[in-house]
């Protein structure tokens, strides 16, 4: 009689039963259809049997798929099902194989699959989307759980595969892996004749989760912006996309690796999107995708890339085991962000940066409300869609707690557990509690440390809802910021007293002009709509290509229900798409 072995499954939003099968390889080969605006193509999955003879199903994360058909070895497969769909999850795939699996048994399942209109995870632009409007784009967003909705997978972060890409497009491609080559050909298979198209081929050696799986294609140019780095993107934004990122990203780069290791993933590159895209950035490997909205003439939002390139080590080589632990992720993201600021730009900053995402977290918990589930370190998904409980919590919170162990621990013994964490989980996925463990145990021989980290509450910092305890912040960066805005509190421009004048903030990074005027929209007596006027006059604010400037300033506007904002605020709505702007808006 076979052993029985028990793999708990940790993650909640997939209908896959990876305590039984794990995906060790994937290939996919896609078509991308710019006329039927889909993917069609199959996708090769190498599994592994991690238990022994416990069942003879594999199932599959698939969401809105059309799927035509599915063989092992070359051999065609009848005993396949499409289960009903079980929200907000999607619809398992159910490939019942001839014999309950073997232990470390190897199978190679090919299905062949084309995507939907009701695809979650591609977005397709016409030309005129587009900034030069002469040809089509797409591109993905998989995470959380949207890589299902492009092909069959075991779409958890708790399961990492190797990748080969193989892409036919009549555009360039862009995917999460090192290219490999590029081959023309014609394609006869579409309905208005042949099209000129070519096979781009990748390939991704370091596992990945299949929330990074990543593909773009669009009339994309591309340009260095260091020794191991390129920029691509439009051909009319290429030349500022270059300039804003040429001067900072090798330095960022440096930084990391000196708090963790070298990187890793060879090259790593900005793809900048069109507008429409809804977030600051997505850690793609290989290739950051990000906002449009970085590009702002100044240089002075691209910590986005400082955040995305931290990913390289935490999220994409670390990962955490399910959305539930989105902190592990987040958390020491935004850790390590700060740490390469205040390396780059002094201590005093990565305050600062903590001071503005110290208010988005206090947004955030104001929002959900002060006992809701979603403001956990470790919330609870089963049953719930984790794009639901996507807010700054996991990336404000995490910090909090991980800049709380560091001054805890103290910053000179903590620098010696990064490199050790990254090391240990490199390639792995894990949950709060191995990250709970793997601490206390690197620091067991220290009596010091460790009687300090008996001290830590840790049930309360990963179940209590709410805002963490706020630390003592140098405050040295936003006091002149509190400073300004007071004045405009009691500002009439008919009036004596203060006078406005662009020396004001002249001094000032962007971001210092964020908290003046988010300190503004606070005031419990609205600027009034002159008052308004003259700000966006004296500080240029009307004219300011800086959308973190220009949406704030549109909020106060707003706010004071002046008539004047209100057609630049409809414009800015036509052209951005990221929700951190949109949404205030």
């Not at 799927?67 to 396949?80: A, E, G, M, P, Y």
């Not at 990187?263 to 900048?272: E, K």
């Not at 950035?281 to 995708?289: D, L, R």
């Not at 995490?398 to 001054?407: D, I, K, V």
Request: aromatic share 12%.
């Amino acid at each position: 009689m076979a052993s029985t072995t028990i793999n708990a499954p940790r993650d909640p939003n997939t209908l896959s039963n990876y305590n039984n099968f794990l995906t060790t390889h994937t290939t996919a080969h896609f078509k991308i259809d710019f006329e039927k605006n889909r993917l069609e193509g199959n996708v090769i999955l190498k599994l592994i049997s991690i238990s022994d003879s416990e069942t003879k199903d594999v199932l599959l994360d698939t969401s809105y798929l059309d799927i035509k058909n599915v063989s092992l070895k070359d051999q065609t497969l009848s005993n396949w099902q499409l289960l009903p769909r079980f929200e907000p999850y999607g619809s398992a795939l159910k490939i019942s194989l001839e014999k309950e699996a073997r232990k470390d048994e190897i199978f190679e399942i090919n299905i062949q699959v084309q995507t939907t209109d009701k695809c979650t995870a591609l977005q397709w632009l016409t030309p005129t989307q587009t900034s030069n409007k002469k040809h089509p784009y797409m591109f993905s967003q998989c995470q959380a759980i949207h890589a299902r909705s492009i092909f069959p997978c075991q779409d958890t972060p708790d399961v990492k595969s190797t990748f080969d890409f193989n892409i036919r497009s009549p555009l360039p491609v862009i995917a999460s892996g090192l290219p490999t080559g590029i081959s023309k050909d014609t394609d006869r298979g579409s309905d208005n004749g042949a099209i000129e198209t070519s096979l781009y081929t990748f390939k991704q050696e370091i596992p990945i989760p299949s929330y990074l799986f990543a593909l773009a294609s669009g009339d994309i140019s591309t340009a260095p912006i260091g020794p191991r780095s390129t920029v691509a993107t439009g051909p009319e934004e290429l030349s500022a996309s270059q300039w804003e990122l040429e001067s900072s990203t090798e330095n960022f780069i440096q930084v990391a690796e000196s708090l963790i290791y070298p990187y890793a993933w060879t090259t790593y590159n900005v793809l900048i999107l069109p507008p429409s895209f809804p977030y600051g950035g997505m850690e793609n490997p290989i290739y950051t995708f990000a906002t449009p909205t970085i590009i702002s003439g100044d240089r002075q939002n691209i910590d986005v890339i400082a955040h995305e390139l931290s990913h390289s080590w935490s999220g994409n080589l670390v990962s955490n085991a399910s959305w539930e632990h989105f902190w592990l992720n987040e958390g020491w993201t935004t850790y390590l962000e700060r740490r390469i600021q205040a390396k780059v730009h002094g201590e005093a900053q990565r305050h600062f940066s903590a001071i503005i995402g110290w208010k988005a977290l206090s947004d955030s918990v104001r929002e959900f409300g002060e006992g809701h589930e979603f403001t956990k370190l470790i919330v609870g998904l089963k049953g719930k869609d984790p794009d639901d409980a996507f807010s700054s919590v996991p990336y404000e919170k995490g910090f909090h707690f991980l800049w709380y162990l560091e001054r805890l621990v103290g910053k000179e013994k903590w620098d010696t557990f990064i490199p050790h964490y990254f090391t240990k989980y490199k390639g792995k996925s894990l949950d709060s509690y191995d990250f709970k463990s793997t601490l206390l145990e690197f620091f067991e021989g220290d009596k010091v440390v460790t009687k300090k980290l008996s001290e830590v509450d840790w049930d309360t910092w990963f179940y209590k809802p709410g805002l963490p305890p706020k630390p003592d912040f140098d405050t040295s960066m936003v006091d002149t910021c509190y400073a300004l805005a007071d004045k405009w509190k009691t500002f009439d421009p008919n009036q004596g007293g203060f006078k406005p004048n662009p020396k004001d903030i002249e001094t000032w990074m962007a971001n210092q002009t964020v908290v003046f005027l988010e300190r503004i929209q606070d005031f419990s007596q609205p600027l009034s709509k002159e008052a308004v006027h003259t700000m966006g006059q004296t500080y240029s604010f009307t004219t300011s290509k800086n959308v973190e400037i220009v949406s704030r300033y549109l909020a106060v506007g707003l706010i004071a229900k002046s008539e004047e904002v209100l057609q630049p605020t409809a414009e800015l709505l036509g052209k951005v798409g990221r929700m951190k702007f949109v949404r205030p808006l």
